[in-house]
């Protein structure tokens, strides 16, 4: 008998939500459809067929015109499988550990707020135009100069 093994099994559930929904979602740079969606993911931390030291996933969000939402979900050790030293013993304790159901992702929910890439806003009265621009850094860019506010 093996306590977090029972309680939960060795996937997990995850909720991946965005606003506006219909964003691409990615694990580890694999399509995995769109959202909102739950997806069943292995509580190790990993595929079959990942490597044994990898213990979290990349959850990438992307929709055209929206900046990309990145986050990970990590691995940790669940209350449950504490449970072995008073009900399932080693054998419990080989078994969850062996499954990954000692293990639950955090967060177990991702609702991601998908940030425009560029907005303009108008302040008729005053006659100002205010462009506001987000970009992500590339390494190779060279700065040319700087933008300041006029006296």
């Given at each position: 008998?093996?306590?977090?093994?029972?309680?939960?099994?060795?996937?997990?559930?995850?909720?991946?939500?965005?606003?506006?929904?219909?964003?691409?979602?990615?694990?580890?740079?694999?399509?995995?459809?769109?959202?909102?969606?739950?997806?069943?993911?292995?509580?190790?931390?990993?595929?079959?067929?990942?490597?044994?030291?990898?213990?979290?996933y990349?959850?990438t969000?992307?929709?055209?015109?929206y900046?990309?939402?990145?986050?990970?979900?990590?691995r940790?050790?669940?209350?449950?499988?504490?449970?072995?030293?008073?009900?399932?013993?080693?054998?419990?304790i080989?078994?969850?550990?062996v499954?990954?159901?000692?293990?639950?992702?955090?967060?177990?929910?991702?609702?991601?707020?998908?940030?425009?890439?560029?907005?303009?806003v108008?302040?008729?009265?005053?006659?100002?135009?205010?462009?506001?621009?987000?970009?992500?850094?590339?390494?190779?860019?060279?700065?040319?100069?700087?933008?300041?506010k006029?006296?």
């Amino acid at each position: 008998m093996s306590c977090a093994s029972i309680i939960h099994g060795k996937s997990q559930d995850v909720f991946i939500s965005s606003q506006p929904k219909g964003a691409t979602i990615r694990v580890d740079d694999k399509d995995f459809g769109q959202t909102p969606k739950v997806l069943g993911l292995p509580r190790m931390g990993r595929m079959d067929g990942e490597p044994s030291t990898k213990k979290e996933y990349k959850i990438t969000l992307s929709l055209e015109g929206y900046m990309p939402y990145e986050t990970i979900l990590q691995r940790k050790v669940d209350g449950w499988f504490f449970g072995n030293i008073l009900i399932g013993g080693v054998i419990g304790i080989v078994i969850d550990a062996v499954t990954g159901s000692m293990y639950k992702l955090t967060p177990s929910q991702i609702s991601a707020q998908m940030k425009m890439n560029g907005a303009n806003v108008l302040n008729y009265k005053k006659r100002e135009v205010f462009i506001a621009t987000i970009l992500k850094p590339d390494p190779s860019w060279q700065k040319i100069g700087q933008i300041e506010k006029l006296p």
